[in-house]
């Protein structure tokens, strides 16, 4: 009998966990649609590409979503096992309110590693196609940035012409050793710029030690500057912003291609970061299932769900700028990034821990 009600709790738990996910799917798939047909309206594709992006996006998506997927599928699960008496009958068999809580936090934890080895290197390969079909018809595709072993390269097309710049990969706003070369729009090249040092923490880059070498009647001239400003259509910020896209990358590509992913120029911080966050996964959806637990466990009568549903979206929306906020302290440097990716999980898993304790005496 033991094991008979053990496969229920199980089975019943991951029916609705595949219930949940559908609902976000569906939801996912009707309100990024409208956002993919006003991309390609005017580009004259057929139906079929908004729909088939959309359907390769929503998937990432759910991933990034999955705590939330767990909470409402722990609080659903568990309000019907009690509102059906079925929570009285495991009692009556041996299982307590922390025993049903460690079968269903135990399937969170497994279930987060299964998503992070099995599924996403799937949904990776997904967003890498979403991301290069979209590209294609981008009309803002008129640049080119790409970080290797021999520095920084920027191509900008400008309105009288083009420039292409290179320099040390960038660090904390400073760039090194750049050259700049200026072209017109038939690529005849008119003028070249040497200088030590560039702060790009703005679009106005501020230059020092400049050489300026420009070509005027097929004689070379050159100037030499002190300080110099040149406008271009990036500064720190967006570059790195182009290198942190980790949506197209899954948990093995960042285990097995660590060293990899550097030398193609992904910051080391960010990299980290992303790692980090995704370690704790498993263990946020262990407590996603405790908080679930501890607001539906506390009493075996039959209550309105409508009130679960109103503290459950509060408790969410709660975490979720908790989280957020644990973020935005690792980005200021107020922490480093990977610390605070386990900062929710720790203040979490203490309260959650509290909870288990008082609802297991019920």
Same mark, same amino acid.
């Given at each position: ?11 019943? *738990? ?24 006003? !991309?390609?309206? +005017? ?22 979503? @999955? %705590? ?10 568990? @309000? ?20 049903? !809580? ?14 992070? /080895?099995?599924?996403? %290197? ?28 021999? #520095? ?11 420039? /292409? ?14 050259? /700049? ?34 070509? +005027? ?12 400003? @040149?406008?271009?259509? *990036? ?22 291609? *660590?060293?990899? &992913?550097?030398?193609? #120029? ?8 992303? &790692?980090?966050?995704? @370690?704790?996964? %498993?263990?946020?959806?262990? /407590? ?23 503290? #459950? ?7 979720? *700028? ?32 509290? #909870? ?7």
């Amino acid at each position: 009998m033991t094991k008979i009600l053990f496969k229920y709790i199980i089975n019943n *738990y991951l029916q609705t966990i595949f219930k949940v996910i559908l609902i976000f799917y569906c939801f996912g798939l009707i309100l990024n649609l409208f956002e993919e047909i006003e !991309f390609f309206k +005017e580009l004259g594709t057929s139906v079929i590409m908004p729909l088939t992006l959309t359907a390769l996006f929503v998937p990432n998506l759910i991933i990034k979503l @999955l %705590p939330f997927v767990i909470f409402i599928s722990s609080m659903w699960f568990l @309000l019907n096992l009690r509102n059906s008496k079925n929570l009285l009958d495991l009692k009556v068999f041996g299982y307590s309110n922390f025993k049903i !809580f460690c079968i269903l936090a135990f399937t969170s934890f497994v279930f987060g590693w299964f998503i992070l /080895i099995v599924i996403s %290197p799937f949904t990776s390969v997904m967003t890498q196609y979403y991301e290069k079909t979209k590209s294609q018809y981008s009309k803002d595709v008129d640049h080119l940035i790409a970080i290797n072993k021999n #520095g920084m390269w920027i191509k900008e097309n400008l309105e009288n012409g083009h420039r /292409i710049i290179t320099a040390s990969d960038p660090q904390e706003n400073i760039l090194e050793n750049i050259t /700049i070369y200026n072209f017109k729009k038939n690529y005849e090249f008119f003028e070249k710029i040497k200088a030590s040092t560039a702060n790009i923490s703005e679009k106005n880059w501020k230059l020092k030690n400049v050489k300026i070498i420009k070509v +005027e009647d097929g004689l070379f001239k050159e100037n030499l500057l002190e300080n110099f400003s @040149l406008y271009s259509k *990036y500064n720190y910020a967006e570059i790195v912003s182009l290198f942190k896209n980790f949506d197209t990358m899954s948990f093995i590509d960042l285990i097995v291609d *660590y060293k990899k &992913l550097q030398n193609k #120029g992904y910051n080391k911080i960010y990299l980290d970061q992303n &790692l980090n966050t995704m @370690l704790a996964m %498993p263990f946020f959806l262990l /407590i996603m299932t405790a908080l679930a637990s501890i607001l539906t466990m506390n009493t075996l009568r039959k209550s309105n769900n409508f009130t679960f549903i109103v503290v #459950g979206l509060i408790a969410c929306v709660g975490i979720y *700028y908790f989280k957020d906020l644990s973020m935005a302290l690792g980005q200021t440097n107020r922490v480093s990034l990977s610390l605070a990716a386990w900062i929710p999980i720790v203040a979490l898993g203490f309260f959650s821990s509290i #909870g288990i304790l008082q609802i297991n005496e019920k």
